[in-house]
């Protein structure tokens, strides 16, 4: 994405390249324990950096008692295609998970609780925003900054149901030690991704 210089142009600055934030909301569902909170990321463009801040609320319940409970706050930024910068913060049952990343030369290195992980620049965390975030061999899991090497394939059409509605979109397949579905539509927007999770499988629709 150009951005164009505004120097010496009337009430121009730096915050006029800025596109308009996009937001976009999922409701998460749970295979086995139905509807289970909400997943969203808010896009922000400026010349060519791209920046994605994400909000998750999980609470699983069965009979009306709390199993699992989930909150996370994240940020990430890309110069063009590449990650340049992660922190996440994720609290899973009263368990607090940060983890860091920074773009170190050719690479991107990772500090979590399981350590300093150097991984190649090319990596992608696991959250689908675009096309360009699944364009990968490997990626970072955002809740505990393990890296995994992946295959992704696909890419043909399909129709989901978003909103009541088909929508029409490309199907990819992300294999690695976990599984995921992305759909995304014409627009660049994923409207569906499905995580293959141990104890079933969990469905991210956008909200319409």
């Known amino acids: ?17 800025a596109e308009a934030p996009r937001q976009l909301t999922y409701d998460v569902k749970h295979s086995v324990f139905g509807d289970i909170g909400t997943y969203i990321n808010v896009i922000e463009a400026s010349g060519s950096m791209i920046t994605i801040k994400t909000t998750a609320h999980f609470l699983v319940k069965a009979l009306g008692v709390g199993l699992h409970r989930e909150d ?10 590449r990650l340049v910068f ?14 860091k990343g920074q773009a170190s030369g050719n690479n991107f290195v990772i500090t979590s609780p399981l350590g300093t992980v150097t991984a190649p620049a090319s990596i992608k965390p696991a959250n689908p925003w675009s096309t360009r975030s699944i364009e990968s061999t490997e990626m970072m899991r ?8 992946v ?17 029409s979109a490309r199907e ?15 627009h660049d927007v994923p409207v ?17």
């Open 151 to 167: 295959t992704v394939s696909g890419g043909g059409q399909t129709n989901v149901s978003v909103g009541g509605a088909s929508t």
């Open 1 to 17: 994405m150009a951005g164009i210089l505004l120097n010496g142009v009337p009430g121009g600055s730096a915050q006029a390249m």
């Open 172 to 186: 990819y397949d992300i294999a690695g030690a976990t599984k995921y579905k992305v759909y995304i539509d014409s």
């Open 192 to 208: 569906m991704f499905v995580v293959d999770d141990d104890s079933g499988e969990v469905t991210f629709t956008l909200k319409k």
């Open 142 to 149: 955002v809740d505990n900054g393990k890296v995994e090497k």
């Open 72 to 81: 996370a706050q994240r940020v990430e930024q890309f110069q063009g295609d």
């Open 86 to 99: 992660f922190h996440g913060v994720t609290v899973k049952n009263g368990e607090t998970t940060e983890i």
